[in-house]
Structures are given as structure tokens and as C-alpha cells.
């Protein structure tokens, strides 16, 4: 993965971490669930009843977190995603 032009020039080194809620029409919720979970950094741990995902997703930079975010929205069946948490951490403090 390529880091953005903002992380080269800051240096920084980090990672983002964020939850959606995606809602989805109820008669595409399994192709949408597939769909998004074969997306690279994107994981479907969990799902009711009323066709609702929690999306986890785990990407290097902003731009990355919004292009998944965007592809997201993008899927067929897909009514909504909702961010509900965004974290950033920088890697360099981790060590």
C-alpha cells in the first residue's frame, strides 16, 4: 500500500481504525455481506436479524479509510454506512 503524500511529507507512520454500521436491503444482505467482506482490510464480524452489518476496517492512511468506505457505499444492496468509530494510531509510539 502506498502512503498518502500527507504521511510522507509529515513522516508519520501510522493506522486507522474505524467501524461502520451498513445497512442493507434485506433480500441482498448475504451478496452484500460476501461483497464487502472480500474487500482487502475490511472485516464483517457481526449481523441481526434486520439487515444490519457491523464492518470493521483497519487501512494506512485517510485516504485509504475513505476509498473503503466509498466502495462500501458502492456495493449492490447496500442502503447505508454509517461511521461510528474512527481511532488513529501512530505505529511509531506502539514501539
Do not use: W
Not at 510522507?8 to 493506522?15: K, R, W
Amino acid at each position: 500500500m502506498a502512503l498518502s503524500r500527507r504521511a510522507l511529507l509529515s513522516g508519520a507512520n501510522e493506522t486507522h481504525f474505524a467501524s461502520l454500521v451498513v445497512h442493507c436491503r434485506p433480500e441482498a444482505l448475504a451478496a452484500a455481506t460476501e461483497a464487502i467482506s472480500a474487500m482487502p482490510n475490511i472485516d464483517v464480524p457481526a449481523s441481526d436479524d434486520n439487515a444490519k452489518l457491523v464492518v470493521m476496517l483497519e487501512m494506512r492512511d485517510e485516504s485509504e479509510l475513505l476509498g473503503g468506505i466509498t466502495a462500501i457505499e458502492a456495493v449492490p444492496g447496500v442502503v447505508s454506512a454509517t461511521l461510528v468509530f474512527h481511532q488513529v494510531e501512530d505505529l511509531e509510539d506502539a514501539s
